[in-house]
Nanobody, 115 residues
């Protein structure tokens, strides 16, 4: 089992920044990729950004140039730096880990961007 704990959400004005953190524990060996997803009210959960063990990253088109995903392997932590936030970024953000095809989820952290 893998446990994921997110932190760093909150309320911010449009144009502001937040950094989300996701700390992984448990059977973290053989995690091949981690990522951040978000789900806004009435919408499906969507991928925001992902990062592999090799450091390869991918982003949703809507966040490219504004968000940056990174990982600290020594701390088993993944970060999502979010800049130039927009009201449409408002959602619950979830951390995800792919351990050899089994997916684990954190409890989610709320991000609210006011206009």
């Amino acid at each position: 089992q893998v446990q994921l704990v997110e932190s760093g959400g909150g309320l911010v004005q449009a144009g502001g920044s937040l950094r989300l953190s996701c700390a992984a524990s448990g059977s973290i060996f053989r995690i091949i990729a981690m990522g951040w997803y978000r789900q806004a009210p009435g919408k499906e959960r969507e991928l925001v950004a992902g990062i592999t063990n090799a450091g390869t990253t991918n982003y949703a088109d809507s966040v490219k140039g504004r968000f940056t995903i990174s990982r600290d392997n020594a701390e088993n932590t993944v970060y999502l730096q979010m800049n130039s936030l927009k009201p449409e970024d408002t959602a619950v953000y979830y951390c995800n880990a792919n351990r050899l095809g089994t997916y684990y989820w954190g409890q989610g952290t709320q991000v609210t961007v006011s206009s």
